[in-house]
């Protein structure tokens, strides 16, 4: 591609750069020269890749924040040129502006994922939606642009031949008309639907979707007829159906449901009684529901899915006798208990699941004897403890073998300067936070200054003048991190 018009060295500059994924200018100095780029526009882009590659100097710069009008207009006046640009010049990941739009390209070269979250209306006519024959993900969650737009959009949806992912978000506009369309694309996978998109009343045309595996359904009026309808979908593997308004009758539907890997549904008030349908689901691999209202009855009926990777039911009333039947589980990697009655005792049993990888055990009654015991989970990366009220300064020191954690969340957590020191020796730690802990003094965190990889930081007195020194060393032992006060 040629470039006619003269540029400053700026442009040059981001034009001459080697695989950079972005919203370049290639588009506005084409050779077609439809476009003049405003010398602020300019400015603004380049001040923004100089700071990237400054504090990412070894990866590859993948997306830069574009002005919002700037990509509105191209969108809007020149759909044909923009697409055959994106097409000519870019690989995967590379779009995105102030609200973002991102795309990949598939082995053919043809766009393949769409993105398009957030943004604002395109072109009258639609004509671009046409050009994405190809597209295999289409995201438009928070997209909705009218009911009459949305009603075109999905014209345009329904003759894409391999569409397999459909993140769609419009709240009001959603038809029963639009929803038996989907069943024209034959290889649909997957359907993400936005929170309070009202689609439980147009789930008829389900039984359709031959080939659907995960759908998701979050807050969506989904009721027992609707659920009726979901489980004739047989080819599901994973189904996301928290905060919906569906009874006991429904929920044994489920269990139809052989090939289902994951579960999630939260909001439903299970009970000893009510798992029994969940407990006939051997295949399943993932299971999160609030326990709440769970006891280590209910934990016995359980015992049967060893095949669980993932198990989170925050708020269980376990106890040393429920935490004791967890030692079935020994597959599972993830293992959620926020908010459940746990004892000191029963983690005992917690540190003989030796495959964990991530434990939460936030605003739990744990103390510094209970948590010692898991000290020996070597595999554990990530562990979540914020508003553990009754641990004390000190009650990290069993943790220091702990060498693989990379997230580590202690967000009043009742820790002190002892802590920090263990923490200081976590080498491969990317997230912390540590916020609202008063007992942790600037000598405490100076030990974060031995951490190389950290990328989240939150900590107490990040805007203090006090700490300004501090701070900077942080930033510079870890270019790129994040650091937030609070």
Not at 12 to 19: I, P, R, T, Y
Not at 38 to 57: C, L, R, T, W
Not at 136 to 157: K, M, N, P, V, Y
Not at 355 to 380: V, Y
Request: aromatic share 8%.
């Amino acid at each position: 591609m040629s470039y006619k018009t003269k540029t400053d060295v700026a442009i040059a500059d981001l034009l001459s750069m080697k695989k950079i994924l972005l919203f370049s200018l290639a588009l506005i100095f084409s050779s077609t020269n439809a476009f003049a780029l405003h010398p602020e526009d300019a400015k603004v882009i380049q001040e923004q890749m100089d700071f990237v590659k400054k504090v990412n100097p070894r990866e590859q710069v993948r997306w830069i924040e574009m002005p919002e009008s700037l990509i509105s207009s191209i969108f809007s006046e020149y759909p044909n040129t923009f697409y055959n640009w994106l097409e000519t010049n870019f690989g995967r990941n590379g779009l995105s502006g102030s609200r973002p739009i991102f795309y990949s390209l598939n082995v053919r070269g043809r766009i393949s994922e769409l993105n398009l979250t957030y943004s604002r209306k395109l072109n009258a006519e639609y004509e671009i939606y046409k050009k994405f024959s190809e597209l295999e993900a289409l995201d438009l969650r928070t997209f909705s642009q009218g009911a009459d737009e949305d009603a075109i959009i999905f014209q345009h949806i329904c003759s894409y031949p391999r569409l397999k992912i459909l993140r769609w978000g419009s709240e009001e506009h959603t038809t029963l008309k639009m929803v038996e369309s989907l069943s024209h694309c034959p290889l649909l996978e997957k359907l993400e639907l936005g929170v309070r998109t009202r689609i439980g009343p147009l789930t008829a045309p389900f039984k359709n979707f031959a080939r659907l595996k995960s759908f998701s359904c979050g807050s969506c009026s989904i009721d027992d007829k609707a659920v009726a309808n979901i489980v004739q979908v047989r080819t599901l593997e994973e189904l996301e159906i928290s905060g919906n308004d569906f009874g006991p009758d429904a929920l044994r539907l489920f269990a139809g449901l052989k090939n289902l890997k994951r579960l999630y549904m939260y909001g439903y008030p299970f009970d000893d009684d009510d798992v029994s349908v969940l407990a006939g689901m051997k295949q399943l691999e993932e299971l999160r529901f609030s326990g709440r209202h769970l006891t280590y009855r209910g934990i016995e009926k359980l015992r049967s899915l060893s095949g669980l990777r993932r198990l989170e039911i925050p708020g269980a009333r376990l106890g040393t006798l429920g935490m004791q039947i967890l030692e079935a589980f020994v597959q599972t990697e993830i293992l959620t208990l926020d908010e459940s009655e746990i004892t000191n005792e029963g983690m005992a049993s917690i540190a003989k699941l030796k495959n964990l990888k991530e434990l939460s055990l936030s605003r739990t009654k744990i103390e510094a004897p209970g948590l010692a015991q898991i000290g020996t989970l070597s595999n554990l990366e990530v562990l979540r403890l914020n508003g553990t009220l009754r641990l004390e300064p000190g009650s990290l020191l069993p943790l220091a073998n702990l060498r693989n954690l990379r997230e580590l969340f202690l967000t009043n957590a009742g820790v002190g300067d002892q802590d920090m020191e263990i923490i200081g020796n976590f080498a491969k730690l990317e997230i912390l936070f540590i916020n609202l802990n008063d007992r942790i003094t600037l000598d405490g965190y100076r030990h974060l200054l031995n951490l190389r990889n950290l990328k989240d930081l939150l900590i107490k007195g990040a805007y203090d003048p006090a700490n300004r020194e501090f701070i900077e060393q942080l930033k510079k032992n870890n270019p790129g991190c994040k650091i937030s006060n609070a």
